[in-house]
């Protein structure tokens, strides 16, 4: 079957559609979800004392987040072929919400983790769910306003919540931080059961078994080796296991994906060189953010002798102007195209984080929150743009298989860049140690500390001139055929 019969085929008529209630509804349940994912971590300490558990076992909260996303998220190219937009979106805010509710009232430790878990599935079905959408109701040339409106979801929501839960955590206490979530995912349930309607194709293609089972693996595999060996190191014998049995999974998931005839993953999506050219992109981009969000913290804390909460008030700025940013980085993506604000955006990257190289124990935080806000407002111009000019490219029968992709790159690409740079830092730590004539002095662990910190960000900055060099071949995409085609029609009938 080629392409254009397939874009035709079932094709849900969205020309009269009431845009606003649904992408209302969609950006309230993804703020709920996404704050939650950044809530918890500032109470970890609090958890340990609650529950008697070690640090290596309050990180599950963490780690089984993110794996249970980098499992699922590549299943959801098939689920939305499969559900309707209404059924996966009240879906995964149902699970959210009895994964917030078993979270606030868990009373040994083994509840609290199976909450996060269905935490977990609900934010993983939501995401591509919402991209999917966006690209579905709104023509090429007004995707940009739309995305930005997502961009203000996902950049804004993960800079409050440390700063959300660290006042929280300092009046009340940590089962606060999911009781206060419960209305609000109720509301985003009652406004979805209202307003939101099915705009999705449902082709219901064949359930491939194995590759769900090599995808799980495989992508599962490699987020938990990753994110153990941030934690630990790479030469702990679980990561090396995990590295080896996720790759061969990756690659047999590969060539099943290339052989069958209808795959759980569409790779063929690689063909479109412009969405290729933004995946390579936004891979370097999210590693190099995910190198700055756990770098930061550890410095304003260890070295500077920061509280939790402090650490958050600090970074606070640059979240939200990262996040206000966003749609009217949008509204400029429609009128001028990537270029105008992609290759100025990865230019301060580049920038902020070689100045933030050269960060010491004297630096002061008025220093640190405007080298934040510059990253933020480069990264703010660098991530919706280049996400939207990929997916543009694009025909609307693989809308479901890029988001699905790029969303599953990402989580990757966050926990190699946590795992990466944290390794660096690690290892430039001990080099410094090993050369200090006292190694025990508090002030001369504060100076390992900001020396394997400069090893770290030295990296980050090559990796963020990579993008900048990969960023200069970024274009306005061409919208294909089918859907220039049914752009026209739908300018016809009205």
Request: contains cysteine; aromatic residues 12%; positive net charge.
């Given at each position: 079957m080629n392409s254009a019969s397939i874009e035709t085929q079932g094709a849900v008529d969205v020309s009269g559609i009431r845009r606003g209630p649904i992408v209302a509804a969609l950006i309230i349940g993804c703020f709920v979800a996404i704050l939650n994912e950044t809530l918890l971590n500032i109470a970890f300490p609090d958890l340990m004392v609650e529950f008697g558990v070690s640090v290596a076992t309050i990180q599950w909260l963490s780690t089984?987040?993110?794996?249970?996303?980098?499992?699922?998220?590549?299943?959801?190219?098939?689920?939305?072929?499969?559900?309707?937009?209404?059924?996966?979106?009240?879906?995964?805010?149902?699970?959210?919400?009895?994964?917030?509710?078993?979270?606030?009232?868990?009373?040994?430790?083994?509840?609290?983790?199976?909450?996060?878990?269905?935490?977990?599935?609900?934010?993983g079905l939501l995401i591509p769910v919402l991209m999917n959408t966006i690209l579905i109701i709104y023509p090429p040339e007004k995707r940009g306003a739309a995305m930005g409106m997502i961009g203000l979801v996902i950049m804004s929501a993960p800079a409050i919540g440390p700063t959300i839960s660290g006042l929280i955590i300092q009046s009340l206490n940590w089962r606060w931080l999911?009781?206060?979530?419960?209305?609000?995912?109720?509301?985003?349930?009652?406004?979805?059961?209202?307003?939101?309607?099915?705009?999705?194709?449902?082709?219901?293609?064949?359930?491939?078994?194995?590759?769900?089972?090599?995808?799980?693996?495989?992508?599962?595999?490699?987020?938990?080796?990753?994110?153990?060996?941030?934690?630990?190191?790479?030469s702990d014998s679980i990561v090396t296991f995990s590295l080896i049995v996720g790759g061969i999974a990756l690659v047999l998931f590969i060539w099943r994906q290339l052989a069958v005839k209808e795959p759980l993953l569409e790779l063929r999506?690689?063909?479109?060189?412009?969405?290729?050219?933004?995946?390579?992109?936004?891979?370097?981009?999210?590693?190099?953010?995910?190198?700055?969000m756990i770098?930061?913290?550890?410095?304003?804390?260890?070295?500077?002798?920061?509280?939790?909460?402090?650490?958050?008030?600090?970074?606070?700025?640059?979240?939200?102007?990262?996040?206000?940013?966003?749609?009217?980085?949008?509204?400029?993506?429609?009128?001028?195209?990537?270029?105008?604000?992609?290759?100025?955006?990865?230019?301060?990257?580049?920038?902020?984080?070689?100045?933030?190289?050269?960060?010491?124990?004297?630096?002061?935080?008025?220093?640190?929150?405007?080298?934040?806000?510059?990253?933020?407002?480069?990264?703010?111009?660098v991530m919706m743009p280049a996400q939207t000019t990929g997916l543009n490219e694009l025909p609307r029968h693989l809308y479901p298989h890029g988001t699905a992709i790029l969303n599953t790159l990402q989580q990757v690409a966050g926990a190699i860049g946590t795992a990466l740079f944290i390794s660096i830092m690690s290892a430039g730590t001990k080099a410094y140690m090993k050369t200090s004539s006292d190694p025990n002095s508090p002030a001369e662990l504060v100076n390992g500390l900001i020396a394997g910190?400069?090893?770290?960000?030295?990296?980050?900055?090559?990796?963020?001139?990579?993008?900048?060099a990969i960023g200069l071949f970024i274009k306005k995409a061409q919208a294909p055929d089918e859907e220039q085609k049914a752009v026209i029609a739908r300018h016809d009938s009205h």
């Open positions: 089984a987040y993110m794996l249970v996303i980098g499992i699922l998220v590549p299943i959801t190219a098939l689920l939305q072929q499969w559900f309707t937009t209404r059924q996966m979106f009240l879906t995964a805010m149902g699970l959210f919400l009895a994964g917030t509710i078993l979270c606030g009232v868990a009373p040994v430790f083994s509840f609290l983790l199976i909450g996060r878990v269905a935490q977990a599935l609900g934010t999911f009781f206060l979530v419960i209305p609000l995912t109720a509301f985003s349930i009652l406004f979805a059961a209202i307003y939101l309607k099915n705009v999705s194709d449902l082709t219901k293609p064949k359930v491939d078994l194995l590759s769900i089972v090599l995808s799980t693996i495989g992508f599962g595999g490699m987020v938990y080796a990753f994110s153990r060996a941030g934690e630990t190191s790479w999506v690689f063909k479109y060189s412009l969405f290729t050219l933004v995946t390579v992109l936004l891979l370097i981009v999210m590693m190099t953010l995910f190198s700055t770098l930061l913290p550890l410095f304003l804390q260890n070295a500077l002798g920061k509280t939790a909460l402090a650490t958050g008030l600090i970074l606070l700025p640059g979240g939200v102007i990262n996040g206000l940013l966003a749609p009217v980085s949008g509204k400029l993506f429609d009128k001028f195209g990537p270029r105008v604000l992609v290759i100025p955006g990865l230019a301060l990257m580049a920038v902020s984080i070689w100045l933030f190289s050269g960060i010491s124990a004297t630096t002061g935080t008025g220093m640190i929150i405007a080298l934040h806000i510059m990253l933020l407002i480069g990264i703010s111009m910190m400069h090893n770290a960000f030295f990296a980050a900055m090559f990796a963020a001139i990579a993008a900048l």
